[in-house]
Every structure is written in structure tokens, then in C-alpha cells.
């Protein structure tokens, strides 16, 4: 666009990257409720609770199952390129996903529940890349936001499906071991009865013997019984145990070689354990510890002078385990209480956001990002506490329902305005158009900056109107100073034609005859003024100085002629009512200059009374009266001509506007 015209007008449309939305935080929301569920299951409430129990009594009151009881394992989540054989988890699609999923499910569930956690991670992982990309999509294609929503996904019917199906297997498989728990305690009270019978039968020794040593093989195949039974079964297990080896009158030799074979079997244990302590994986140490003492459980006696050193060293190589263990878990809590605070930050942090400063695209972009990043920075915070940690996540996705509800009513605000801004903005285009073809170049041009001020008033439209509605204005913005510019070359061809005639005018003037009569003289020169004036306006460049050359000209025939000074201060004032009152906007001009010439008549009128007033106390008798007298009488003197001069100005104003 040319001349005055603004070319940087302002270029609608600010578009702010896009948040999670509420139905993803809900799916975040899922995954937490589950991961807690499940460490809940399988972590034991304090490292105490499996802690080895101080005992000052010998091999007889060697640690009971009470004494060393042990949760289930926790089983820790491997690396995804470890899980399973074949390809790395993060590298597979969906399909081969459930595939592999239904595989597992398919298999025995008690190895598996790591990876099958991996497996449904990595698949809400491309999921969530899926629903971002076609989110990506629609708003590039001109959506809105809040009318995006993700299309339905079977293959996360199916391994939904597969989920349940493994939980339902997983609490069958528990309920079988409580089962199998509660008949392996029936088997073993039978074999302390069976004990018990031994301890008090007159039978033959060898057949006492080999049933004794069938009801300890058979207690070490019967495994796992109900916890609180575990106790008082090892005791009375032990209490016969040792009964039979006492009471009866066992051949010694076998006692000797029963009691070495078990104290090299210990002593082994205790190597095991100590060489456990160098183990870097604490959780998987204490794991083994649990097994060590299943076994060191199922060695018998070994001799009584032994007995006390033996499982003095085997506890104290345990205690180390255990108070790693319980270290570990100590710090862990630090670490969630630590999750804690942070996540009661970020929450702080988008409760405390103040929506009424938010009243621009600009602001809400900027917010968007801050609170992107702390959606961001919550992904990277570990589990709070087990009995905080969906509580602070509730916490942290009702604080963004917020966000993102304010936001949508904020758009949709906008896009009402948007509505009204294309309406005003078409308008604004129909009276550019119709002001487009106009000639009157130099009211036309004030309206058409005017139209394009009011514009830059006018906010946004939407995207898909915003590059028609401004190319329709400038369209015709533009036409119309191309139009003017085309018009403004030919004006500055007729201002050369009139410089031209002002400098042959200024040459008639100067070559006036000195001899021609006075009357005459000043006749010739009035029409030569005359003339100057009907001719149009000069380059702007050459103008004071063709003026100055015109008006020593006349100036020099006024001195020879001897014409009055005040004749010819009236003449240049009637030349420049003429130059005044060209134009359209000419008779305005005349009616400011009448105005400031009322002003100065009136002016002058005051100081003229007040120096009429100040004379009158003045005496020629007075020290220095005389002189002050004659000077104040020689100012109002100058200041009635001055007057009256300017009452020909307005007469002469009048005469024009007439």
C-alpha cells in the first residue's frame, strides 16, 4: 500500500498449543489407581514386619517361621528390552502388544505380572501418540479444541478384556494357594501326631529310625502353610524332634553323623548369607535371606555344644540383610514423601492461577505452556505415598478440569467475538470498496485511513476467515492510492506549467516601464498581482522561493511608487486569503483565520483601554511624567493603526467568503 497509508496492519489469529485434555488426565488418573493397587499387594506394610526376631537360646529355639516371616516377593519390573525374548516392548505395535499379552495370560500368571505391566504401558504409550497426532491433525485443519474427541479404540476393548482375564486368573491362583496352605497345614499336624507316636512306641529302633526319617522328608515336601499357624507347628516340629533324638536310646553313632552332616549344611548356609551381604540388589538379597531360612528351617540339629555358634552366626550375617532392607524401604518412603510435596506444589501452582488476568490469545498461550509443563514435570515425580498417592492425583486432575474448563469458556467467548469482529471487518471492506473509484483524492484518502485505524480496533477473526476478510480491504485500499498516485504524477506535470508561468509572470513584473504614469503604473501591477493569483499552486520545493523572487518584484515598484506600507501588507494579506481560500476545505480556513483576527481585535482593544485609563494618572508636572507620557501616547497611537489594519483584514475575509 502507498502514500499514508499503514501498511503493518495487524495479521489475526493466535493459536496456543494444545494441553491434555480430560479424558486423557482421566486415563492417567486409571493407570495410577492400578500401579497403587498393585504395589500395595505386593509390598509388605514395613520392612519390621520381616525382620528376624533377637533370640539368646540355642539351636532348640533356632528362628521360627514367626521369627523370620517374610511377605511374598515383590516383583520388581525389569527393563522393557529384558522382559521377554524377541523384540524390546517399546518397539512393538499394538497388535503384536495384545499378541504377546495373550500369550502371557494364557501362561502360568506368576512370573509374568512385570511384564505384563510393561506391556500395557507401552500400549497407552502409542495410544496416547495416536490421539496426540489426530488431535495435531484436526487443529491444523481448523478444529477447535474443545470440539476434538478421540475416537473409540477396539484393540483397547481387547486388551482390557486380557487385563481382566489375567486378575481373574491372578485371584484364582491365590485362592489355590491359600487352599494348598490350609491342606499342607492338615498333612503336617498329622506328621507331629505321627512324631509324637515315635517318642513314646517300644518298637524296634531301626523301624523307629527309617519312620523318622520318612516324617522329615515328607515335612520338607509339604511347603507353604497359613502364617499364623506357622509358629506353633515349627515349635511342636522341633519339640518332638529333638524329643526323639533325646529320649530314646538312639544308637550314637547315627546321632554323631546326623549332627555333623547337618552342622556342614548349616555352615554352608552361613557362607551363603555372609556372601549375600555383597549383593548390590537389596530387595533381591532379601528374597534369597527368605529361602536361606526356609532351608536352614529344614536341616536338623546339630550337636548342643555347636548349636549356640552356628545360628549366632547365620542371625548375624541375616541381621545385615534385614537392616539393608529396611534402609531401602526407609528411603523409599523419604522418596515418596518428597513425590508428595512436589505434586502438592504443582497443584498449588495451578489452584492458584488467577483466570481474570487472563483475557487475551497471548495469555492463555503463555498459561497453556506453563501448565503443560507441569503436566510434564508431574509425569517425571515417582508414587507419593500408598495411602496419599490417588488422593494427590485427584487433587492434580481436578485442579486441571478446572484449567481446561476456564480455557473452553474463554474460547468460546472468542469465538462469539470472532463472529461480531468478521461482521464489523466486512463492513469496514463494503465502505473501502465503495470509497475505492472516489476522486476526491484528499477527503477519500482521510477516510480511507480513518477505515483502516478503525480496523486495527477490530480483534480477531477465525482462521478460515481471516486471510479472505484482509485481502478483500487491502484489495481495495490499495486500487484506490494506485488510482491516486497515477493522478498525483499528472498534478506535479501541471505544477511545472505553473511554475513556468509564475517565472514568466516575475519577468513582465521587472520589465515594467519606470516611465509610465503612477495611476497607470499601479493598475498594470494590480493585474499582474491578479494574475499570480489565479495561477494554480508550484512544486512545494520551489515554492518560498518563486514567492520570495515574485514578492521582490512588486517590492521594488511599491519603493519607486512610494505605495503606503500597510497598502501593501494589505495586498500580501489578500494574496494569502487567495491561497487560503483554495480547496475544498477553503471557506473552513477563512472562518479560523477570521476567528484569530477576532481574537487579536479584541486583545488589543483591552490594552488600549487600559492604556487610556493609565494615562490619566500620569503629569507632565512629575518627575519624569513628560517623557512617560509621550511614550504611552506613541503606543496608542501604534496600537489604534494596528487596529484598524486589522478590521480591513476581516472586511477583506468577509469579502471572500461572500
Known amino acids: 500500500m502507498k502514500d499514508t497509508l499503514d501498511t503493518n496492519l495487524p495479521q489475526e489469529d493466535g493459536k496456543i498449543e494444545e494441553a491434555k485434555n480430560p479424558a486423557e488426565m482421566a486415563e492417567m488418573s486409571q493407570e495410577v489407581t492400578t500401579e497403587a493397587k498393585e504395589i500395595e499387594e505386593t509390598t509388605p506394610e514395613t520392612p519390621q514386619e520381616a525382620a528376624v526376631v533377637e533370640t539368646t537360646e540355642a539351636e532348640a529355639a533356632e528362628p521360627t517361621p514367626a521369627e523370620a516371616a517374610?511377605?511374598?516377593?515383590?516383583?520388581?519390573?525389569?527393563?522393557?528390552?529384558?522382559?521377554?525374548?524377541?523384540?524390546?516392548?517399546?518397539?512393538?505395535?499394538?497388535?503384536?502388544?495384545?499378541?504377546?499379552?495373550?500369550?502371557?495370560?494364557?501362561?502360568?500368571?506368576?512370573?509374568s505380572r512385570a511384564e505384563i505391566e510393561s506391556l500395557k504401558q507401552a500400549y497407552y504409550k502409542l495410544r496416547r501418540a495416536e490421539i496426540d497426532e489426530l488431535k495435531k491433525v484436526f487443529l491444523e485443519e481448523g478444529?477447535?479444541?474443545?470440539?476434538?474427541?478421540?475416537?473409540?479404540?477396539?484393540?483397547?476393548?481387547?486388551?482390557?478384556?486380557?487385563?481382566?482375564?489375567?486378575?481373574?486368573?491372578?485371584?484364582?491362583?491365590?485362592?489355590?494357594?491359600?487352599?494348598?496352605?490350609?491342606?499342607?497345614?492338615?498333612?503336617?499336624?498329622?506328621?507331629?501326631?505321627?512324631?509324637?507316636?515315635?517318642?513314646?512306641?517300644?518298637?524296634?529302633?531301626?523301624?523307629?529310625?527309617?519312620?523318622?526319617?520318612?516324617?522329615?522328608?515328607?515335612?520338607?515336601?509339604?511347603?507353604?502353610?497359613?502364617?499364623?499357624?506357622?509358629?506353633?507347628?515349627?515349635?511342636?516340629?522341633?519339640?518332638?524332634?529333638?524329643?526323639?533324638?533325646d529320649i530314646i536310646?538312639?544308637?550314637?553313632?547315627?546321632?554323631?553323623?546326623?549332627?555333623?552332616?547337618?552342622?556342614?549344611?548349616?555352615?554352608?548356609?552361613?557362607?551363603t548369607v555372609e556372601k549375600l551381604q555383597e549383593e548390590t540388589d537389596v530387595i533381591s538379597a532379601f528374597h534369597q535371606l527368605q529361602k536361606l531360612h526356609q532351608q536352614w528351617r529344614e536341616i536338623g540339629p546339630v550337636a548342643k555344644e555347636l548349636r549356640e555358634e552356628v545360628w549366632g552366626r547365620f542371625k548375624a550375617a541375616s541381621t545385615v540383610i534385614n537392616k539393608r532392607h529396611q534402609d531401602h524401604f526407609e528411603k523409599l518412603k523419604a522418596k515418596e514423601q518428597e513425590n508428595l510435596d512436589a505434586k502438592t506444589a504443582i497443584c498449588e501452582e495451578i489452584e492458584s492461577i488467577d483466570y481474570d488476568q487472563l483475557k487475551t490469545f497471548k495469555d492463555w498461550e503463555a498459561k497453556n505452556k506453563e501448565v503443560i509443563a507441569l503436566q510434564d514435570k508431574?509425569?517425571?515425580?515417582?508414587?507419593?505415598?500408598?495411602?496419599?498417592?490417588?488422593?494427590?492425583?485427584?487433587r492434580f486432575r481436578s485442579a486441571c478440569d478446572v484449567y481446561f474448563q476456564k480455557k473452553g469458556e474463554f474460547y468460546k467467548g472468542v469465538k462469539d467475538d470472532m463472529e461480531k469482529n468478521l461482521e464489523e471487518k466486512k463492513a469496514l471492506c463494503e465502505q473501502a470498496e465503495a470509497l475505492k473509484d472516489n476522486t476526491d483524492w484528499k477527503e477519500t484518502t482521510d477516510k480511507m485511513i480513518a477505515l483502516q485505524k478503525e480496523w486495527k480496533k477490530i480483534g480477531p477473526v477465525a482462521r478460515k476467515h481471516s486471510d479472505a476478510v484482509w485481502k478483500r480491504f487491502i484489495t481495495a485500499c490499495d486500487y484506490f492510492f494506485e488510482q491516486k498516485n497515477k493522478n498525483v504524477v499528472s498534478q506535479k506535470s501541471v505544477e511545472q506549467t505553473n511554475l513556468a508561468a509564475k517565472k514568466e509572470l516575475i519577468e513582465k513584473i521587472n520589465a515594467l516601464d519606470a516611465t509610465v504614469a503612477e495611476e497607470e503604473a499601479l493598475t498594470k501591477?494590480?493585474?499582474?498581482?491578479?494574475?499570480?493569483?489565479?495561477?494554480?499552486?508550484?512544486?512545494?520545493?520551489?515554492?518560498?522561493?518563486?514567492?520570495?523572487?515574485?514578492h521582490e518584484a512588486v517590492d521594488k515598484h511599491f519603493d519607486r511608487l512610494k505605495v503606503?506600507?500597510?497598502?501593501?501588507?494589505?495586498?500580501?494579506?489578500?494574496?494569502?486569503?487567495?491561497?487560503?481560500?483554495?480547496?475544498?476545505?477553503?471557506?473552513?480556513?477563512?472562518?479560523g483565520e477570521r476567528e484569530k483576527l477576532m481574537r487579536i481585535y479584541d486583545r488589543m482593544k483591552s490594552e488600549l483601554q487600559t492604556y487610556e485609563n493609565n494615562i490619566g494618572f500620569l503629569s507632565v508636572s512629575s518627575k519624569g511624567g513628560g517623557g512617560l507620557l509621550k511614550e504611552m501616547e506613541r503606543k496608542i497611537e501604534k496600537l489604534k493603526e494596528e487596529m484598524e489594519f486589522t478590521i480591513k483584514k476581516i472586511e477583506a475575509i468577509d469579502e471572500n467568503l461572500d
Open 525 to 550: 501591477l494590480r493585474e499582474y498581482m491578479a494574475e499570480w493569483n489565479n495561477i494554480g499552486f508550484v512544486p512545494f520545493k520551489e515554492k518560498d522561493k518563486i514567492y520570495k523572487e515574485y
Open 143 to 245: 478444529g477447535e479444541e474443545a470440539e476434538f474427541k478421540a475416537p473409540e479404540e477396539e484393540t483397547e476393548a481387547k486388551l482390557k478384556e486380557l487385563l481382566a482375564a489375567y486378575r481373574e486368573k491372578r485371584a484364582g491362583q491365590l485362592a489355590e494357594e491359600e487352599r494348598q496352605k490350609e491342606a499342607n497345614y492338615a498333612l503336617k499336624l498329622q506328621m507331629i501326631d505321627q512324631l509324637k507316636a515315635l517318642t513314646e512306641s517300644q518298637d524296634d529302633f531301626n523301624k523307629l529310625y527309617n519312620e523318622f526319617k520318612d516324617i522329615q522328608q515328607r515335612w520338607k515336601d509339604v511347603k507353604n502353610v497359613p502364617q499364623e499357624h506357622a509358629n506353633e507347628l515349627w515349635k511342636s516340629y522341633q519339640l518332638y524332634s529333638e524329643k526323639f533324638y
Open 378 to 394: 508431574w509425569k517425571a515425580i515417582g508414587f507419593a505415598p500408598k495411602k496419599f498417592n490417588v488422593k494427590i492425583f485427584e
Open 564 to 591: 503606503d506600507k500597510n497598502d501593501r501588507k494589505m495586498q500580501s494579506f489578500r494574496n494569502t486569503l487567495n491561497d487560503l481560500s483554495t480547496g475544498e476545505r477553503g471557506k473552513n480556513k477563512l472562518y
Open 70 to 111: 517374610i511377605p511374598d516377593p515383590v516383583e520388581e519390573a525389569a527393563p522393557a528390552a529384558e522382559i521377554a525374548p524377541g523384540k524390546p516392548v517399546d518397539q512393538l505395535n499394538k497388535e503384536e502388544i495384545l499378541e504377546r499379552l495373550a500369550t502371557l495370560v494364557e501362561d502360568s500368571v506368576e512370573k
Open 249 to 271: 536310646k538312639i544308637n550314637n553313632q547315627f546321632r554323631d553323623y546326623d549332627f555333623k552332616k547337618n552342622m556342614e549344611l548349616k555352615t554352608a548356609l552361613c557362607e
